[in-house]
């Protein structure tokens, strides 16, 4: 009876043992265990785990990727503009036990390296590159950060600049700036769109000089389109040939010499024989 008893107890206190040694580690996260405070090497996979009461102790690591927001940051760009710019990083964790023994809190630490990073990047760059080359310096700021951040066991996946403070001054300026290039570029297209119409316009009275039936085929191409219009009155011009036929028709009677004679028989005051002045 007595031995039943104490079977019994052992296999109890067995049970509350292996019960208080087992442990439950979510997918999202890996264990890392110390054993009378010495780190265990490698880190346990998710699932039940078991350790030995008293002696272990797990700490539990996330290593979903986490997203941390830099805090604005005020620096003077390369060419001594003032601006205010905040990021984001995003960053995961690849080897728990460095990440728990190596540094203190890595979250933090990363936090701070960005900051670091973000206002050395700020000096080093124009304010063009902050404002259009974007991907140039979330590479260069990734490195920056991923370098110390390697040996912490934390791998840095990207980092965006999400947006950049101007001063007001200066935003006045560039939209000033922006609105007389708009107009330079509007005036340079309206003097070229001129030129060609005038040059067109030149080429095509050239022709019309070389060939009259030109300008009579335009004329009636334009008197076509006016009589399009119902609400229009039509007046027709008269022919220009026809004016030049007459004025040459004119030219050539006043000179020729029939002409002439039928004048000088008309006029008394000149006698035959003689000229008059």
Do not use: C
Request: charged fraction near 25%; aromatic fraction near 6%.
């Amino acid at each position: 009876m007595e031995s039943a008893v104490v079977a019994v107890v052992v296999v109890v206190v067995f049970l509350l043992l292996l019960r208080s040694g087992m442990r439950v580690i979510n997918e999202v996260k890996r264990g890392v265990v110390f054993r009378f405070g010495k780190a265990l090497p490698g880190h346990r996979q998710p699932g039940i785990t078991f350790l030995i009461p008293v002696a272990d102790r797990m700490r539990k690591v996330n290593v979903q990727v986490a997203t941390l927001p830099i805090p604005t940051q005020e620096g003077i760009t390369r060419d001594n503009v003032s601006v205010k710019v905040d990021a984001v990083v995003y960053y995961r964790v690849t080897d728990p036990a460095r990440a728990t023994i190596e540094v203190q809190d890595y979250a933090f630490a990363v936090g701070q390296v960005a900051q670091s990073s973000l206002r050395s990047i700020i000096g080093k760059s124009d304010l063009d590159d902050l404002l259009s080359d974007r991907e140039r310096l979330h590479e260069g700021l990734a490195l920056m950060i991923d370098s110390p951040a390697a040996g912490w066991g934390v791998h840095i996946d990207r980092v965006e600049i999400k947006d950049v403070q101007l001063p007001e001054s200066l935003k006045r300026s560039m939209s000033r700036q922006a609105e007389a290039e708009r107009e330079r570029r509007a005036r340079v297209i309206t003097a070229d769109g001129e030129f060609q119409a005038a040059q067109q316009l030149a080429n095509a009275s050239r022709i019309m000089s070389d060939t009259p039936e030109a300008m009579q085929l335009r004329l009636l191409q334009t008197v076509v389109e006016v009589a399009a219009e119902k609400n229009s009155t039509l007046v027709m011009p008269f022919p220009v040939e026809l004016l030049r036929y007459f004025d040459r028709a004119a030219r050539s009677f006043d000179t020729s010499p029939s002409a002439t004679v039928q004048e000088t028989a008309a006029d008394p005051a000149v006698e035959p024989g003689t000229s008059q002045a």
